[in-house]
């Protein structure tokens, strides 16, 4: 029992149901005429920034530290096993928003849906706001990452590569000893928060049935990308999949596939089926590129919205473009919060033809969900992981030890 309450999911868990009792009891904390529970509130959301910024000024050390070094492992092989994993992000993310559209023409119609939300109370102001910024922004650790990997790989750089396997594991020790602890905290100051608002209690239940089917539709293309990964890989997917409940409960707590970042390794890392070096070059890209729940969740959203503000569905070949065109969007969006959404603005004012009260309303659901869309994203790259192993086992691609990569 001490084990399992020890374990990272149950820390999860804890910080999850201590951040919503904390939150509803700080809405009626009096003492006297004193309202405490503005003051509690002002010093857990301040923790909860300085958590998040530490988080935050962690993820571009992740990306860098295991893609460039991942990449130089792959040597000859880098570049197309890189190829391979920008298609598969954009193929699942497109087949997941035309899903997505077919499920919205067959359902939205009969569906009764509430356009309007309740007021939501306003959270205090920070005590102090201490910004850690990050040393790059995630894509630009990206970028970095691959360029560096590529060329340490196509010029045999002894030295460079020696350098980012020793970076490799200053970066592990980073995650082992502060982000994976610090975690629970900030998930629960980030639940704190909502249930403070009345995000939990009020505002939820307002699109539950569109927020319901959306969440269906992430467990059925889940479910279809890790049956066609152990059908091509001739491995059980389940090896994989059943490692990724504290990843899933992560990306619901801090909305952002960066912020999951270093449990999702360390979750794919638990797989026996999935290899080190192709762990390590494809969950941070995966979580960089790869945004299949945003995505079926943006192109159910809009057909929604189109629907109760403009009273009809957008035409069939407008949304064929609208689901192509996001999906390339969907590969450069950023790993925060909302990020697919705020990446797509444009193609919601020209494709859509989208006004402001429908961004608006848009960028709202969105957000009511989007901790279960980033959770879908998340698990998602478990699958297509699962098919570099398949693409690397059928073309004799081998696998380099991590202490022998010169």
């Known amino acids: 029992m001490k084990k399992a309450l020890g374990s990272l999911p149950a820390r999860l868990l804890v910080g999850v149901a201590a951040g919503i009792a904390a939150g509803l009891l700080c809405g009626g904390l009096y003492i006297g005429d004193w309202y405490l529970g503005g003051t509690v509130m002002q010093v857990i959301l301040t923790l909860r920034s300085l958590l998040g910024s530490l988080i935050s000024f962690c993820v571009p050390l992740i990306v860098i530290g295991f893609i460039a070094p991942s990449i130089t492992r792959l040597r000859s092989s880098a570049s197309r096993m890189l190829l391979l994993a920008l298609a598969l992000a954009y193929v699942s ?80 020790a980073v995650v082992t000893s502060i982000v994976i602890p610090v975690l629970p905290f900030f998930i629960g100051g980030t639940f704190c928060g909502l249930a403070y608002e009345g995000s939990i209690t009020r505002q939820l239940p307002v699109f539950l049935a569109v927020i319901l089917i959306v969440m269906a539709g992430h467990y059925i293309w889940l479910a279809v990308l890790y049956g066609l990964a152990g059908l091509y890989s001739g491995q059980n997917p ?134 279960f869309g980033t959770a879908c994203n998340v698990t998602g790259d478990g699958a297509l992981t699962l098919m570099l192993n398949g693409y690397a086992q059928k073309h004799g691609i081998r696998e380099v030890p991590e202490n022998s990569v010169l």
């Open 93 to 172: 993310s497109v087949c997941a928003a035309l899903m997505s559209m077919a499920a919205g023409y067959g359902i939205i119609p009969h569906l009764s849906i509430q356009t309007a939300v309740d007021d939501l109370r306003a959270a205090p102001e920070l005590l102090f706001n201490l910004e850690i910024a990050p040393i790059m922004s995630v894509m630009s650790a990206l970028v970095f990452s691959v360029l560096v990997g590529l060329a340490a790989a196509w010029t045999g750089a002894k030295a460079v590569t020696q350098l980012l396997e020793e970076f490799q594991k200053i970066v592990l």
């Open 238 to 371: 389940w090896e994989v999949l059943r490692h990724y409940g504290p990843a899933y409960i992560t990306a619901v707590g801090t909305m952002s596939s960066a912020a999951t970042l270093a449990v999702a390794l360390r979750c794919a890392g638990k797989s026996k089926v999935l290899r080190r070096d192709l762990t390590n070059f494809g969950i941070p890209l995966f979580a960089n590129i790869h945004l299949c729940g945003s995505v079926l969740t943006e192109v159910f959203f809009v057909m929604t919205v189109s629907m109760v503000l403009y009273g009809k569905l957008p035409g069939l070949g407008t949304m064929v473009l609208f689901c192509f065109l996001l999906g390339i969007f969907a590969v450069g969006a950023p790993g925060v919060p909302g990020g697919t959404v705020m990446a797509s603005l444009g193609l919601l004012y020209s494709v859509l033809g989208f006004d402001d009260a429908g961004t608006g309303l848009m960028m709202t659901i969105f957000a009511l969900q989007d901790s």
